[in-house]
């Protein structure tokens, strides 16, 4: 059974910096992993990813802010995100692609005060 836990999220300060974690179990063979993210009234979007050989790619809105790693014998990534704004308040999801098919967890959320 495939399970993708994320944790870390909460109330900051603008300014500040929060440390998400995204834990994948019952699942092998990952491409890649990584964390889109949805505010409220908006679509969700794209935030960072990590493939199985350690490239990454970001949002140009979180380039130079967020990173993104990953600990493989745990199968976790985590997302570092620092100068947080309240433009990063959303609900942050992991998502997780063996191949073509995906896996999405159910989010953690993170808002920012001014």
């Known amino acids: 059974q495939v399970q993708l836990v994320e944790s870390g999220g909460g109330l900051v300060q603008a300014g500040g910096s929060l440390r998400l974690s995204c834990a994948a179990s019952?699942?092998?063979?990952?491409?890649?992993m990584g964390w889109h993210r949805q505010a409220p009234g908006k679509q969700r979007e794209f935030v960072a990813t990590i493939t199985s050989g350690g490239s990454t790619k970001y949002a140009d809105s979180v380039k130079g802010r967020f990173t993104i790693s990953k600990d493989n014998a745990k199968n976790t990534i985590y997302l570092q995100m620092d100068s947080l704004t309240p433009e990063d308040t959303a609900l942050y999801y992991c998502k997780v692609q063996v191949g073509y098919v995906a896996y999405w967890g159910k989010g953690t959320l993170v808002t920012v005060s001014s």
């Open positions: 019952g699942i092998s063979s990952i491409t890649v």
